[in-house]
Nanobody
């Protein structure tokens, strides 16, 4: 089990930037596939970006070229740099951790709210 705590959400104007961070507990952080998901009001939770233990990344089409996921295994953190934000990016953003050997076991943070509005 890993404990996840997100930070960095807030209110930003369209076109602005935010950087989300997720701090993870545990000594085997580097083995986890880390992801950022989001859930907008009235919508299902969706994958935004993911990074594996080799730092190979993948992104949802809606955020490609605007968002960047990164990890620091020495600090047990994963970050999501969000640029050129749009109102449709408004959502609660959740950090996720999953071990490849346990694909059915998801660890979630409590989420951080991102609001993009003028």
């Amino acid at each position: 089990q890993v404990q996840l705590v997100e930070s960095g959400g807030g209110l930003v104007q369209p076109g602005g930037s935010l950087r989300l961070s997720c701090a993870a507990s545990g000594s085997i952080f580097n083995f986890y596939v880390m992801g950022w998901y989001r859930q907008a009001p009235g919508k299902q939770r969706e994958l935004v970006a993911r990074i594996n233990s080799d730092s190979i990344t993948m992104y949802a089409d809606s955020v490609k070229g605007r968002f960047t996921i990164s990890r620091d295994n020495a600090k047990n953190t994963v970050c999501l740099q969000m640029n050129s934000l749009k109102p449709e990016d408004t959502a609660v953003y959740y950090c996720n951790a999953r071990l490849p050997s346990l694909p059915g076991v998801d660890n979630w943070g409590k989420g951080t709210l991102v609001t993009v509005s003028s």
